[in-house]
Each structure stands twice: as structure tokens, then as C-alpha cells.
């Protein structure tokens, strides 16, 4: 079933970045807000109840996008969380079982799939 609600929370450290998937995501319908570190996602996650996903960069400095899915799991499991990465992911690195994981570039249908399935 599709969540209705359509505020999503983009994370990158590259605010560039972060600015360029919120206009993909606003042109698909999508109510986005930005931040530049983890640290800024969960406060605003926390500010946020209304919030439906997440999108949010695998490397970034201090708290990468995997521990970022992790701690938002443990404080808000209905929150879908979506993972881009620009390059590929070590398989040693530990993959939560359920995160969604996407390449950049990525087409605007691919995450909008991503963040209604």
C-alpha cells in the first residue's frame, strides 16, 4: 500500500546534491526538506512527525547513511528510509536486511518506486 503522505527528508553532506534530489522529488509531488549530516536528519526527524521517508546519501562523515537507517529504524520503524550511494557499496560493509539501496544517478521513477513500495 502507497503512503499518502509525501514529506520526505533528503540527507547529503554535498548540499548541492541534496538540493538536486529535492527538486527531482518536489517534481514528482513530493514536499521535500534537506539536511547536510545525519546529525541535522534526526533532530529534524524528530521535529517531524508527519514525515514519511527518508532519502539519504550511504557515505557521509561522523554518522554514514547506514547507521543513519539503523537509528531511525530503532526510533521510527514506519519511517521508510531509502539509501542512494555514487559509487559501489563494499559487501563487507553490514547492510541493514532491509534498507533499499539505489545508484546514483538515479531516474526519478526508480525512486519514487523506492519510497511508495
Known amino acids: 500500500m502507497a503512503n499518502l503522505r509525501r ?3 533528503v ?4 548540499p548541492d546534491a541534496a538540493v538536486a534530489l529535492a527538486m527531482m522529488l518536489e517534481g ?3 514536499v521535500p526538506t534537506t539536511a547536510v549530516s545525519s546529525e541535522e536528519a534526526l533532530e529534524i526527524i524528530d521535529e517531524m512527525p508527519d514525515l514519511s521517508a527518508v532519502v539519504a546519501e550511504v557515505r557521509m562523515p561522523a554518522v554514514d547513511g547506514l547507521m543513519l537507517h539503523r537509528v531511525i529504524k530503532s526510533r521510527r520503524p514506519d ?3 531509502v539509501l542512494v550511494a555514487r559509487s559501489p557499496i563494499d559487501a563487507a560493509l553490514p547492510i541493514p536486511r532491509d534498507a533499499v539501496i539505489l ?3 538515479v531516474a526519478p521513477r526508480d525512486l519514487v518506486h523506492a519510497l511508495t513500495r
Open 28 to 30: 514528482e509531488g513530493y
Open 79 to 81: 519511517l521508510r528510509v
Open 7 to 9: 514529506e520526505v527528508l
Open 103 to 105: 545508484r546514483m544517478p
Open 11 to 14: 540527507v547529503d553532506d554535498h
